[in-house]
């Protein structure tokens, strides 16, 4: 089955986009997979660097709103992380991001990691 792509607009079509890769990313070279394969690893990383339209607040403001858009809590937060304590400490602005968290959070809530740098009080 053969799927016409478009600009990637949403995180439904993102995940579409990436399950379909996980399917042709070892396609012979110059086969139809292979350039369906080619335009989607274009795709995802133009969608990928506007960030989904990410909007201007804080570091921790921005983790929260991406936590509620893939339904994450912050035992998912920890869990990547491996320490539920500092995570809770971030969360509530009681520490700072660390190079890290910065690192691992930009990965699975698909923020720029020049978004998580911006400089932020603590309570």
Do not use: C, F, G, P
């Given at each position: 089955m053969k799927t016409q792509w478009f600009l990637i607009d949403n995180d439904g079509d993102y995940e579409l986009a990436l399950?379909?890769?996980?399917?042709?990313?070892?396609?012979?070279?110059?086969?139809?997979?292979?350039?369906?394969?080619l335009?989607?690893?274009?795709?995802i990383s133009e969608f990928e660097k506007i960030g989904a339209n990410l909007p201007e607040v804080d570091p921790i403001e921005l983790i929260k709103i991406?936590?509620?858009d893939f339904g994450y809590k912050s035992a998912d937060l920890a869990k990547e992380y491996g320490d539920k304590g500092t995570v809770s400490k971030v969360?509530?602005?009681?520490?700072?991001?660390?190079?890290?968290?910065?690192?691992k959070f930009s990965r699975l809530l698909r923020i720029p990691v020049e978004a998580l740098t911006h400089e932020y009080e603590l309570r």
């Open positions: 399950a379909r890769y996980q399917e042709v990313k070892d396609a012979v070279k110059n086969s139809d997979e292979h350039k369906e394969k335009l989607l690893v274009h795709l991406r936590m509620n969360l509530n602005y009681k520490q700072a991001l660390s190079l890290t968290m910065i690192r």
